[in-house]
């Protein structure tokens, strides 16, 4: 019954719509006591032969009133427990959604995309089954179960009634013997479906890696690995299962045998009349659905508190990322000052950043170049707060970016990153994904200062051609100019480009760097890049080298410095001559 305490809190506050299921139930268990009882009279008059039309046509009224009193009595509780159960779902679902929301870089590190999705789709719809079908076979196993028993006793006979339940005790022994195996299985079960799903969604995100290296067969043949281990461990599960049912169907058959025996020699010695046995018989026959309820609410319990308790394990995750509930509502403005003494990502024991320092006013922008692993996305990630466990300080606008609310701050910053994602919509969608109320010229403007919208004049359906599943139908340069176009949207204080031009050519870079600086005179820039060109123009350019600055300066002082931002200048500049020579 552990499950069904864990879930209180839900039961507590939708006590009216399960108080009105149980009603139904209370209904439908004591109307369903009068037809056996009538149907035994009816035996007893024909064998008696004192049964009449008018007597027979009372009896039929009756058992008609009966039928149509169970349909609205069921119908009232089918909808009262069963909405019940889509509502925690809905909860679960809304509540398990969110909390993704708020989660922070480490978590989705620790948790795949396939085991997330698993917990979302296959528990959440095990614990549903615990408010809904769980509650049923619950509480009808004991109101149906008792309202017969009641009537086998005082209705018919309350000795023949206690021959009859003499096996039922076996079933408790039975379903808490079974239950325990089936928690630890059906848990087992779901780890084997999360990693079955996780497989299948990043073989299907990197399809095009796969058939590039040619490795289609490897990866079905890991697949096919994936599926037989699951298959193995739901059978175990299936054979637990299978279990319940002869278990009950044996106890039935046991109650039966002794009902009709000790239930013949009554009606031969008269205790009983044959009507009697019948109606008996009868309750015993509504006794079969109560039984296997409780078998059923075992099998439901033990999956839901499986399910349960690993849904619970992802919400009892806290996101390092303390959004304090006093903060700045304001909209971050002004100077970017960065002191980073020390930084480490969670669990790795190396330094990531050490003595990070640059002062950016607001109108500034700041270029960041370095070697690949040089740490240019680790100072982005901190700006973004995606991460709150470093050593120092990071003051924007005049305040410790620690101090302002996250729904205030993160819309100030607009980021892309080098692989940015896109929607599977329109590209009037995924420009608008921000703010999807703005106007189809805002859209065009933005779309113009990116340098994309003469290619998207160039495409058939224009803005409302689909881009497809991460962008898949346009090229890389198109995705990037798309992202900076989406980010250029919501006008941003800052505005953070992460390698954002990779794929663009050096004529398409140099039009958005130009419509950049003209269209935010007054607003603050960061571009990280392997391109030197990108950040040519940059105010102040900082050279990271393992998390070190190991040079600072604009572009003509780096180049007199004769470090390794001049050796990488002229050798790009040197390659850029090369390529258009040979083309």
Same mark, same amino acid.
């Given at each position: 019954?552990?499950?069904?305490?864990?879930?209180?809190?839900?039961?507590?506050?939708?006590?009216?719509?399960?108080?009105?299921?149980?009603?139904?139930?209370?209904?439908?268990?004591?109307?369903?006591?009068?037809?056996?009882?009538?149907?035994?009279?009816?035996?007893?008059?024909?064998?008696?032969?004192?049964?009449?039309?008018?007597?027979?046509?009372?009896?039929?009224?009756?058992?008609?009133?009966?039928?149509?009193?169970?349909?609205?009595?069921?119908?009232?509780?089918?909808?009262?427990?069963?909405?019940?159960?889509?509502?925690?779902?809905?909860?679960?679902?809304?509540?398990?959604?969110?909390?993704?929301?708020k989660m922070d870089a480490t978590f989705y590190q620790k948790y795949r995309t396939g085991d997330l999705m698993a917990h979302a789709t296959n528990d959440l719809t095990a614990i549903e089954r615990v408010a809904g079908g769980g509650i049923l076979q619950f509480a009808d196993s004991i109101i149906t179960g008792g309202t017969t028993l009641i009537a086998m006793m005082m209705l018919i006979d309350w000795r023949l009634t206690l021959i009859a339940v003499v096996p039922f005790p076996l079933l408790a022994v039975v379903s808490r013997y079974l239950g325990k195996k089936i928690h630890v299985a059906f848990r087992a079960s779901q780890a084997a479906f999360s990693r079955l799903n996780n497989k299948a969604q990043e073989s299907i995100s990197g399809i095009k890696v796969i058939k590039a290296l040619g490795q289609e067969r490897a990866d079905v043949a890991d697949f096919n690995e994936q599926i037989d281990q699951t298959i193995k461990i739901n059978r175990h599960v299936n054979v637990l299962d299978s279990l319940f049912d002869p278990a009950i169907t044996i106890i039935i058959a046991v109650s039966y045998a002794a009902?009709?025996?000790?239930?013949?020699?009554?009606?031969?010695?008269?205790?009983?009349?044959?009507?009697?046995?019948?109606?008996?018989?009868?309750?015993?026959?509504?006794?079969?659905?109560?039984?296997?309820?409780?078998?059923?609410?075992?099998?439901?319990?033990?999956?839901?508190?499986?399910?349960?308790?690993?849904?619970?394990?992802?919400?009892?995750?806290?996101?390092?990322?303390?959004?304090?509930?006093?903060?700045?509502?304001?909209?971050?403005?002004?100077?970017?000052?960065?002191?980073?003494?020390?930084?480490?990502?969670?669990?790795?024991?190396?330094?990531?950043?050490?003595?990070?320092?640059?002062?950016?006013?607001?109108?500034?922008?700041?270029?960041?170049?370095?070697?690949?692993?040089?740490?240019?996305?680790?100072?982005?990630?901190?700006?973004?707060?995606?991460?709150?466990?470093?050593?120092?300080?990071?003051?924007?606008?005049?305040?410790?970016?620690?101090?302002?609310?996250?729904?205030?701050?993160?819309?100030?910053?607009?980021?892309?990153?080098?692989?940015?994602?896109?929607?599977?919509?329109?590209?009037?969608?995924?420009?608008?994904?921000?703010?999807?109320?703005?106007?189809?010229?805002?859209?065009?403007?933005?779309?113009?200062?990116?340098?994309?919208?003469?290619?998207?004049?160039?495409?058939?359906?224009?803005?409302?051609?689909?881009?497809?599943?991460?962008?898949?139908?346009?090229?890389?340069?198109?995705?990037?100019?798309?992202?900076?176009?989406?980010?250029?949207?919501? =006008?941003?204080?800052?505005? *953070?480009?992460? +390698? &954002?031009?990779?794929? @663009?050519?050096?004529? !398409?870079?140099?039009?958005?760097? $130009?419509?950049?600086?003209?269209?935010?005179?007054?607003?603050?820039?960061?571009?990280?890049?392997?391109?030197?060109?990108?950040?040519? =123009?940059?105010?102040?350019? *900082?050279?990271? +080298? &393992?998390?070190?600055? @190991?040079?600072?300066? !604009?572009?003509?002082?780096?180049? $007199?410095?004769?470090?390794?931002?001049?050796?990488?200048?002229?050798?790009?500049?040197?390659?850029?001559?090369?390529?258009?020579?040979?083309?």
């Amino acid at each position: 019954m552990g499950i069904f305490m864990k879930l209180g809190w839900y039961f507590r506050r939708e006590w009216k719509l399960y108080s009105a299921g149980v009603l139904g139930l209370i209904l439908t268990a004591i109307i369903g006591i009068i037809p056996p009882r009538i149907i035994g009279n009816v035996v007893d008059g024909i064998n008696q032969r004192n049964l009449t039309a008018h007597t027979l046509t009372v009896d039929l009224a009756i058992i008609a009133a009966a039928a149509a009193g169970q349909y609205f009595a069921r119908y009232l509780w089918r909808n009262a427990i069963w909405g019940g159960a889509a509502g925690l779902e809905r909860t679960l679902r809304e509540r398990l959604f969110w909390h993704f929301m708020k989660m922070d870089a480490t978590f989705y590190q620790k948790y795949r995309t396939g085991d997330l999705m698993a917990h979302a789709t296959n528990d959440l719809t095990a614990i549903e089954r615990v408010a809904g079908g769980g509650i049923l076979q619950f509480a009808d196993s004991i109101i149906t179960g008792g309202t017969t028993l009641i009537a086998m006793m005082m209705l018919i006979d309350w000795r023949l009634t206690l021959i009859a339940v003499v096996p039922f005790p076996l079933l408790a022994v039975v379903s808490r013997y079974l239950g325990k195996k089936i928690h630890v299985a059906f848990r087992a079960s779901q780890a084997a479906f999360s990693r079955l799903n996780n497989k299948a969604q990043e073989s299907i995100s990197g399809i095009k890696v796969i058939k590039a290296l040619g490795q289609e067969r490897a990866d079905v043949a890991d697949f096919n690995e994936q599926i037989d281990q699951t298959i193995k461990i739901n059978r175990h599960v299936n054979v637990l299962d299978s279990l319940f049912d002869p278990a009950i169907t044996i106890i039935i058959a046991v109650s039966y045998a002794a009902t009709i025996v000790l239930g013949g020699v009554y009606v031969t010695n008269h205790v009983i009349t044959i009507g009697n046995l019948v109606s008996f018989v009868t309750y015993l026959g509504m006794m079969v659905w109560p039984m296997f309820a409780v078998g059923m609410l075992f099998n439901t319990m033990e999956r839901g508190n499986a399910s349960y308790d690993r849904v619970m394990e992802l919400l009892n995750q806290k996101s390092a990322i303390i959004d304090s509930k006093n903060g700045l509502e304001q909209r971050p403005h002004g100077g970017l000052q960065y002191q980073v003494k020390q930084f480490n990502y969670p669990n790795d024991a190396g330094t990531s950043l050490s003595d990070v320092q640059f002062d950016l006013q607001a109108g500034q922008t700041l270029g960041i170049v370095g070697r690949v692993g040089a740490g240019k996305s680790t100072v982005m990630k901190l700006i973004l707060r995606e991460f709150d466990n470093y050593d120092g300080q990071i003051n924007y606008g005049g305040h410790d970016i620690k101090q302002y609310a996250l729904d205030s701050y993160l819309p100030a910053i607009g980021y892309v990153p080098q692989d940015s994602f896109l929607f599977s919509n329109t590209i009037r969608e995924n420009i608008r994904f921000a703010d999807p109320r703005v106007s189809q010229e805002v859209v065009e403007a933005v779309a113009k200062k990116s340098d994309l919208s003469g290619q998207i004049a160039g495409m058939p359906a224009g803005y409302d051609t689909q881009v497809g599943e991460e962008g898949i139908s346009l090229s890389g340069g198109q995705r990037q100019r798309l992202a900076i176009a989406r980010a250029l949207l919501i =006008n941003p204080e800052l505005l *953070i480009l992460d +390698d &954002a031009l990779s794929a @663009v050519d050096a004529e !398409t870079e140099a039009e958005i760097l $130009a419509n950049l600086k003209a269209e935010r005179a007054d607003k603050t820039t960061i571009i990280a890049a392997h391109r030197l060109s990108s950040v040519m =123009n940059a105010d102040e350019i *900082i050279v990271l +080298d &393992a998390g070190h600055v @190991v040079e600072r300066g !604009t572009h003509q002082q780096l180049m $007199a410095q004769h470090g390794w931002y001049q050796q990488m200048f002229d050798r790009q500049q040197l390659e850029t001559k090369v390529e258009g020579a040979v083309q």
